[in-house]
């Protein structure tokens, strides 16, 4: 017999699982469904965020910044180490223990919400049934009042490049190499591959990233782009913009590699590699999840089509997270999975497109919220800018990382902030200021008239928007106004 529920969610990851633990503490029978195995064939909740995705990744990154930092900037603190080397199943292990300590976590919060956690992989057979089919065949039925679905997303793969997970490596091969590849290839220089290639490069690797877009990071702004541009560069990766990838070919033994065909302005191209990691983007996953009948409608790319509140065209069936349009997110999810929990408790929740944050965690890291100045441009709106680099900051200085700026643009007329991109040390943190500050529609001279903390990074964003006024204190004013 079906065991009822008020809310049955389909997938645990980060859109999910909050979708799931709101329902709950909202008063709501909640069940939420993963498929997802370990390596002993136990589930394991918390989706591509927690098990290989910005989890993984950012423990990564961490572990290789210090490695960097050991190697290359304590002398200048006048601390001697010796010979720095890296072990990087160590490195790779305490990764995996990050991952099952936050994955553990998830299951510990439906128990504590009391969330039924039900293993399987959930198909939904009418707008009010699920089947769940675990991984030895097990079948068992659910129904339910509202059903969320919050299934995610999957690499792309190309035709060029087919992923063995050996040689040729997805963005979660990429999370596991046992050594540092020699030569590393990339293909795709956007946020994973510029956040994999980083953790490589640093460990030693020679990194090449083949970019097809002739434009480096086209939805950042220009001043940023071409500043994380020169940084990453002087770090060691090697951006090839312009790169059409057409073929590759793999040389097996023991000393496996793959040669990479493309075309770039200079004509057809080769270039051979020990790894090559293919990170050319996402795509929502629907597979095995809906039936025919029910007639969830998706659009052109393959995402549920939802409207503004995650509602698809089936009444009481919601969609979540990277399975619906919109920037592929954790946060983004997150915030969509409250919005429908607590609209089915009857709140006016919303989600604000406009003000969602986006960061690559570089080093320095690049962030942002709200409009670009090329997008301004295009828009028409007459502007402000308020620009302040770290190198002018005492407390970036002080920690000798003084690269990078933080940059306001604001509305001329009503000094109303309208968009923030931040290139360097601790940017995702510093950016959520003004994420906060627009949400609340601050105007620069609101931040302006805000007391900071002294010595800190943040101060760099109080002068950024006393530079939009013309009254920087710690750097010259020139014309702002555009
Ligand atoms: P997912 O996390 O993909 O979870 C979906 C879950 O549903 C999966 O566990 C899947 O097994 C399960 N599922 C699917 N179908 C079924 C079914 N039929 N039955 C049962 N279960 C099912 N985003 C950030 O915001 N910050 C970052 O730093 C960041 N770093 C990233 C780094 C990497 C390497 C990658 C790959 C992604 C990164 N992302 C980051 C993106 C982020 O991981 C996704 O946006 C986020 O995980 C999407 O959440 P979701 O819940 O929609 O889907
Ligand atoms: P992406 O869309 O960020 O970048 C893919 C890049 O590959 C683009 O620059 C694209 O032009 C390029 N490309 C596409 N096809 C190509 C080809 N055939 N040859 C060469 N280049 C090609 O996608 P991603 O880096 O794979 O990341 C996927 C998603 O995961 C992103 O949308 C992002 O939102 C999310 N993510 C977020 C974070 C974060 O928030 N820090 C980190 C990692 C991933």
């Given at each position: ?10 997938g645990?990851?980060p ?6 633990i ?5 008063g ?29 990744s ?5 572990s ?50 009391k ?11 009418a707008k009010?049934?699920v ?16 059903v969320?679905i919050?299934a ?5 793969e190309?035709?060029?490049?087919p ?16 050594e ?14 510029l ?20 434009d ?5 702004d220009?001043?940023?782009?071409k500043?994380?541009?020169k ?8 951006i ?19 040669t990479?065909e ?24 629907t597979?095995?999840l ?9 659009d ?10 995650c ?22 999810g ?11 408790a ?12 986006s960061v ?9 919220v ?11 709106v007459?502007?402000?800018v ?17 690269d ?10 009503s ?25 609340f ?32 204190v710690?750097?010259?004013n ?5």
């Amino acid at each position: 017999m079906a065991t009822q529920y008020d809310v049955v969610v389909i997938g645990s990851g980060p859109a999910g699982y909050v979708a799931a633990i709101r329902c709950a503490q909202l008063g709501f029978k909640t069940a939420c469904i993963e498929k997802w195995l370990n390596k002993d064939s136990k589930t394991v909740y918390g989706g591509t965020c927690l098990n290989v995705g910005c989890i993984p990744s950012k423990a990564l990154l961490d572990s290789s910044h210090k490695f960097v930092e050991a190697q290359h900037h304590f002398e200048v603190h006048g601390i001697k180490t010796g010979k720095v080397a890296i072990d990087v199943p160590a490195m790779v292990a305490r990764k995996d223990k990050v991952v099952t300590q936050l994955t553990g976590g998830v299951k510990s919060l439906f128990a504590a919400n009391k969330v039924d956690g039900i293993a399987g992989t959930g198909k939904l057979v009418a707008k009010d049934r699920v089947v769940v089919t675990d991984h030895t065949g097990n079948q068992q039925e659910l129904t339910a009042t509202h059903v969320i679905i919050a299934a995610g997303s999957v690499p792309i793969e190309i035709p060029p490049t087919p992923i063995d997970q050996q040689t040729i490596v997805d963005s979660t091969g990429a999370l596991d190499f046992q050594e540092v590849p020699k030569r590393l290839g990339v293909i795709g220089a956007g946020v994973i591959g510029l956040e994999l290639g980083s953790v490589w490069a640093r460990l030693g690797a020679e990194v090449t990233v083949l970019e097809a877009l002739d434009d480096f990071l086209p939805m950042v702004d220009r001043q940023i782009a071409k500043e994380a541009l020169k940084i990453l560069t002087k770090q060691g990766l090697n951006i090839k913009l312009g790169a059409r990838v057409t073929g590759s070919k793999l040389t097996k033994g023991s000393k496996p590699s793959v040669t990479v065909e493309y075309t770039d302005k200079d004509g057809e191209q080769k270039a051979t590699f020990d790894k090559l990691i293919v990170a050319v983007g996402r795509r929502p996953f629907t597979k095995d999840l809906l039936a025919d009948e029910v007639g969830i409608e998706l659009d052109a790319r393959g995402f549920i089509k939802v409207n503004e509140k995650c509602a698809t065209n089936i009444p009481n069936v919601y969609a979540v997270g990277d399975v619906v349009r919109g920037p592929m997110l954790a946060h983004k999810g997150m915030e969509e999975g409250v919005m429908v929990a607590e609209r089915l408790a009857g709140k006016k929740t919303q989600v604000n497109y406009d003000l969602v944050p986006s960061v690559i965690y570089t080093h320095p890291e690049v962030a942002w919220v709200g409009k670009n100045e090329e997008q301004l441009k295009a828009d028409g709106v007459t502007y402000n800018v308020g620009v302040f680099p770290f190198v002018a900051s005492g407390r970036a200085l002080a920690a000798n990382d003084a690269d990078g700026m933080v940059k306001l643009l604001t509305e001329t007329k009503s000094d109303r902030i309208l968009g923030c991109h931040i290139i360097g040390a601790s940017a995702a943190d510093l950016l959520q200021q003004i994420v906060i500050a627009m949400e609340f529609s601050a105007s620069a001279e609101d931040i302006g008239l805000t007391m900071f903390s002294h010595p800190s990074l943040s101060e760099a964003v109080h002068e950024a928007a006393l530079a939009a006024n013309g009254h920087a204190v710690h750097i010259g004013n020139k014309k702002q106004r555009h």
